[in-house]
């Protein structure tokens, strides 16, 4: 069964950084990609950035560039996301979900994001 | 960042009718492969989203053929057929080809 299995809840104070982790278990780890996401308190989804283990190729979004670090381990199968300098805005469920990925030239596709962690949610105050 | 309008946004439903929902992008979604990369996402309170359909019209792994998606460039359908009380929840399309990858604002589904 292929599961993606996130770290515990966090909860943080402002100017911190926080670190999430997902676990990729029942299918091979380094072919697809590995995505980040988050979903502040009725919001929809909002994409942070993809890793593909296999190439070592990550993209991110143009608004957390420079504040957020995706990479994964696959001698451990687990991808990280850590997200620095936290304020209360970043507050939400972040989920990793595993997806399928197309590439060429310099560009990679994320789509098909078929397994998904159960959330961690991340609450920032002082 | 490419802008995605669905509608409508809410959307109330007799069990065993049909539903259908509309997704529109700022661009289009086709690559030079001929692929749409549109997906279709479900998410239910408290849980998290569930994919349907990728690449505009492939139902996803496990998906009932009540599902199906449509639709290429910038105009796309999610239609649901004899809807189903499991199938209320917010349904999200989402695109791929872009970066960043964004999502549609989201349409509830209810029942009736």
Known sequence: ?126 | DIELTQSPLSLSVTPGESASISCRSSQSLVHANGYSYLDWYMQKPGQSPQVLIYLASNRAAGISDRFSGSGSGTSFTLKISRVEAEDVGIYYCMQGLHTPVTFGPGTTVDIK
């Not at chain 1, 593909?52 to 420079?66: C, D, N, R, V, W």
């Open chain 1, 1 to 126: 069964q292929v599961q993606q299995v996130q770290t515990g809840a966090e909860v943080m104070k402002p100017g911190s950084s926080v670190k999430v982790s997902c676990r990729t278990s029942g299918v091979t780890f380094s072919g697809y990609s590995v995505n980040w996401f988050r979903q502040a308190p009725g919001q929809g989804p909002e994409w942070m950035g993809g890793i593909i283990p296999f190439l070592e190729t990550t993209q991110y979004a143009q608004k957390f560039q420079g504040r957020v670090t995706i990479a994964a381990d696959k001698s451990t199968h687990t991808a990280h996301m850590d997200l620095v300098n936290v304020t209360s805005e970043d507050t939400a469920t972040y989920y990793c979900a595993r997806g399928a990925r197309d590439c060429s030239l310099s560009l990679c596709y994320f789509y098909y994001f078929g397994q998904w962690g159960q959330g961690t949610r991340v609450t920032v105050s002082s």
